[in-house]
């Protein structure tokens, strides 16, 4: 799948990086690159889906960064 949207840094537990798309979902990437830890970046992102059995987040979609670029302000 196709994502793009913003990086945000959610507060939550010890913290977790996430993109929330263009259309308002929520997706919590489980290897979001360093390059993409900035809050507010412009990303598109290219994700396939994550079973997660159990998460200490209870936040987004898991999903899994096959590819990425960000887009310019």
């Not at 799948?1 to 798309?21: D, F, L, P, R, S």
């Not at 979001?32 to 059995?53: I, N, R, Y």
Request: proline residues 4%.
């Amino acid at each position: 799948m196709k994502i793009t949207g913003k990086v945000v840094y959610q507060n939550i537990g010890m913290g977790c990086w996430g993109i929330v798309a263009s259309n308002g979902k929520e997706y919590r990437p489980v290897n979001m690159p360093e390059q993409l830890k900035t809050e507010g970046a412009k990303v598109t992102v290219s994700a396939s889906s994550v079973k997660e059995e159990v998460s200490m987040f209870m936040w987004g979609t898991p999903v899994k960064i096959t590819s990425f670029e960000t887009i310019g302000s």
